[in-house]
């Protein structure tokens, strides 16, 4: 996945600061060991200032490039990467394509990775290349056909209970966490699932013996009992990863996140519809933009009572948070013609989702109204929450079952812990994975931020366990059963 978009404003001012406050500190050779461990914004000030001596330096402009790259200034950094290919440093190629393809300047991103590729023995070339290229004709292909969508509203939401802010009708259904599940789910297992108005049937993703996420379903027996879970087809579940399904009032279209080759981003929203001819889903079609991006975008809703959509992204970057956009479905896919490249670029970003509005706008305040009235309606009965062993003689499973508000504090703290940690770890296998496919002229620019995540995971690795002891602790004492 690529990285995010320039950082911005304040944060663009904080970086500026800790140069002013770094730029004495280093050694262009310790710089040079700085730029190799992945600290980049700790080692750009020293090439800043060696530029000043050798402007014509391909080696430095590189460097710098690479260091402006990794912080968000890409627009500085473009310049220095220019002038390290003018001089023959050929691996700059590669990072004007990252950056080309972050701008959403995918024919640009083409031409500078194939011309890294060009540079490169036979034997070089890698597959983490070839799927950039690949991933770079796939976002000029979807620039070319931007559907013509309103957007009527986005907001800011946690990352992890980012579904508690769908609003959703009845009869549309309701998204769950594997803790509010009707039945019994690994609450190690981050899931977000979907359940129709009618309560009979359960649709989510889940880790196959591949450790990889494919999508299931389960439906209730006599009994209030539930199948196991059984997969939905082998023309949706394949090696890639397959995460939050949304079936359709017709039973019959899916929606549903996808990452892996085909998909621009790291999670791709693809539509599939059921044929009952064959009694099998269709071979998934991925939606395209606005809808997907460079980044993470998943769970596709569609309300067809109020007439409205939903999906989440994170192509804004907001540390912990996702960007929610509800939209108005179209009925038949308009895409947008005869339209400047920069604004297809601001219509593809969804960088002002005002304009994508039309001429009459008096419907989605009436429309944002009827959803603002909706309550949230997530959990089911019976369902534990979860199981929190707080010595032999009590385990909780709701959070209501705290007596101490500073013990449910640490158990949400842990929680939380864990969710980034495996967040990480996931992320850490994929670059592992990457690595041991890559060319020597590419594991360079993985290992930094394998090392990088590594030491991360290390230092955290105790923690939520440190914060369920606390939890522990706090509720033991207020209920004065804790042995000094």
């Given at each position: 996945m690529h990285k995010g978009f320039a950082i911005i404003g304040a944060i663009m001012l904080a970086i500026t600061s800790i140069f002013s406050l770094q730029a004495e500190v280093y050694t262009l050779d310790e710089a040079r060991q700085?730029?190799?461990?992945?600290?980049?914004?700790?080692?750009?000030?020293?090439?800043?200032?060696?530029?000043?001596?050798?402007?014509?330096?391909?080696?430095?402009?590189?460097?710098?490039?690479?260091?402006?790259?990794?912080?968000?200034?890409?627009?500085?950094?473009?310049?220095?990467?220019?002038?390290?290919?003018?001089?023959?440093?050929?691996?700059a190629h590669f990072y004007l394509g990252e950056i080309y393809a972050t701008l959403y300047r995918f024919d640009e991103a083409i031409d500078a990775y194939e011309d890294y590729e060009a540079s490169l023995d036979e034997d070089d070339a890698s597959v983490l290349l070839t799927q950039r290229i690949s991933k770079a004709k796939l976002g000029a292909r979807m620039m070319r056909g931007i559907e013509q969508v309103q957007v009527i509203d986005s907001v800011h939401v946690d990352s992890l209970s980012f579904f508690e802010s769908y609003r959703l009708t009845p009869e549309t259904g309701r998204l769950l966490s594997s803790r509010n599940l009707p039945f019994k789910f690994p609450l190690d297992t981050p899931v977000v699932a979907y359940i129709p108005q009618?309560?009979?049937?359960?649709?989510?993703?889940?880790?196959?013996?591949d450790n990889q996420y494919d999508l299931f379903q389960s439906s209730q027996l006599l009994g209030n009992e539930w199948s196991e879970l059984l997969p939905l087809s082998e023309n949706l579940n394949n090696s890639d990863n397959q995460r939050f399904p949304f079936l359709l009032?017709?039973?019959?279209?899916?929606?549903?996140?996808?990452?892996?080759?085909?998909?621009l981003g790291g999670y791709d929203i693809y539509i599939t519809i059921f044929n009952s001819e064959n009694g099998d889903f269709m071979l998934p079609q991925n939606v395209g933009m606005p809808f997907n991006s460079p980044y993470n975008d998943y769970m596709m809703v569609?309300?067809?009572?109020?007439?409205?959509?939903?999906?989440?992204?994170?192509?804004?970057?907001?540390?912990?948070?996702?960007?929610?956009?509800?939209?108005?479905?179209?009925?038949?896919?308009?895409?947008?013609?005869?339209?400047?490249?920069?604004?297809?670029?601001?219509?593809?970003?969804?960088?002002?989702?005002t304009a994508t509005w039309q001429a009459d706008t008096t419907q989605y305040a009436t429309l944002l109204n009827e959803i603002e009235r909706i309550e949230f309606a997530a959990k089911s009965v019976d369902a534990p929450e979860?199981?929190?062993?707080?010595?032999?003689?009590?385990?909780?499973?709701?959070?209501?079952?705290?007596?101490?508000?500073?013990?449910?504090?640490?158990?949400?703290q842990a929680q939380t812990l864990r969710k980034k940690i495996e967040e990480r770890d996931e992320r850490l296998q994929q670059l592992r994975q990457q690595y041991a496919a890559a060319k020597p002229a590419q594991q360079q620019l993985l290992a930094s931020q394998i090392l990088e995540l590594e030491n991360a995971m290390l230092e955290e690795y105790e923690s939520p366990q440190v914060y369920e002891n606390r939890a522990r602790r706090a509720e033991l004492s207020y209920l004065n059963m804790l042995d000094e």
């Open positions: 700085l730029f190799d461990e992945g600290r980049y914004s700790e080692a750009a000030p020293t090439f800043e200032r060696e530029l000043k001596k050798k402007s014509n330096n391909g080696t430095l402009n590189y460097n710098y490039g690479v260091c402006l790259y990794h912080i968000g200034r890409y627009g500085d950094a473009i310049k220095y990467l220019d002038k390290a290919v003018s001089r023959k440093v050929d691996k009618r309560n009979d049937i359960v649709y989510l993703a889940s880790k196959s013996h009032g017709d039973g019959q279209t899916l929606y549903f996140a996808q990452d892996g080759e085909s998909s569609i309300d067809e009572t109020l007439g409205v959509g939903w999906f989440v992204s994170d192509r804004n970057h907001i540390p912990g948070k996702l960007t929610l956009y509800i939209f108005i479905p179209n009925e038949v896919k308009t895409v947008y013609q005869d339209t400047e490249a920069d604004n297809l670029t601001a219509l593809a970003q969804l960088s002002d989702i979860f199981y929190f062993v707080i010595n032999d003689e009590l385990v909780y499973t709701y959070a209501a079952d705290f007596r101490n508000r500073q013990a449910l504090t640490y158990f949400y």
